[in-house]
């Protein structure tokens, strides 16, 4: 059974770079046909799709984050990051990674989520 755990800082500063890790074990992240997924949820609010990374390294993302967004992965590691560049409090959020579904964007398998918070 894959686990996904997100690591990274609770509080980030207006302006800065948000930076978040997610450590795969039970399953490797070049498996074909798997997307690494970024999700997050405000307060409040609906989770929001951020971006995925697929098994051949390929990343798409939302097109509203696009521009601040960037993911990469780790292969010796089994990780994948997530880098969101200059913050606001409107980032604050629930982080989650996830590991889409065969074949499918859709993600199926959760991280536990992390709380990280925009402010000075």
């Known amino acids: 059974q894959v686990q996904l755990q997100e690591s990274g800082p609770g509080l980030v500063k207006p302006s800065q770079t948000l930076s978040l890790s997610c450590t795969v074990s039970?399953?490797?992240?070049?498996?074909?046909?798997?997307?690494w997924t970024w999700i997050r949820q405000p307060p409040g609010k609906g989770p929001e799709w951020i971006g995925n990374i697929g098994s051949s390294g390929s990343t798409q993302y939302s097109p509203s984050l696009k521009s601040r967004t960037s993911i990469s992965r780790d292969t010796s590691k089994n990780q994948f990051t997530l880098q969101l560049s200059s913050v606001t409090p409107d980032d604050t959020a629930v982080y989650y990674c996830?590991?889409?579904?065969?074949?499918?964007?859709?993600?199926?398998?959760w991280g536990q989520g992390t709380q990280v918070t925009v402010s000075s």
């Open positions: 996830a590991k889409s579904l065969g074949g499918s964007w859709a993600p199926g398998y």
């Open positions: 039970g399953g490797s992240i070049i498996t074909t046909n798997y997307y």
